[in-house]
Nanobody, 123 residues
Framework: QVQLVESGGGLVQAGGSLRLSCAAS????????MGWFRQAPGKEREFVAG????????YYGDSVKGRFTISRDKTKSTVYLQMNSLKLEDTAIYYC????????????????WGQGTQVTVSS
């Protein structure tokens, strides 16, 4: 069992930046994938970014490539999502998750989820 706690959400103007954090605790998750998803009201949950915990390889959803960067700090058991050049359509609740499917990008590929943190982008 892995517990995940997101933080860092808030209100930001279009074009601005924000960094989200996800702290993990509990049972070890070495060899797992950590990912970020987002969900806006009335829309399906969307894959944002993923990272292999051990090797650090990263991959992204098409809508955020070139703007968002996922990273992790093994010593802190924390994964980050650096969001730059934010757009109105980035407004959503952002969730971090842990799974065992390498290169996974669907919600079913991830078994443990955080509570989510709200990101609101204004004009």
């Amino acid at each position: 069992q892995v517990q995940l706690v997101e933080s860092g959400g808030g209100l930001v103007q279009a074009g601005g930046s924000l960094r989200l954090s996800c702290a993990a605790s509990g049972r070890t998750f070495g060899g797992s994938v950590m990912g970020w998803f987002r969900q806006a009201p009335g829309k399906e949950r969307e894959f944002v970014a993923g990272i292999m915990w051990t090797g650090g390889s990263t991959y992204y959803g098409d809508s955020v490539k070139g703007r968002f960067t996922i990273s992790r700090d093994k010593t802190k058991s924390t994964v980050y999502l650096q969001m730059n050049s934010l757009k109105l359509e980035d407004t959503a609740i952002y969730y971090c998750a842990v799974g065992t499917v390498f290169w996974g990008r669907t919600s079913s590929d991830f078994g443990s989820w955080g509570q989510g943190t709200q990101v609101t982008v204004s004009s």
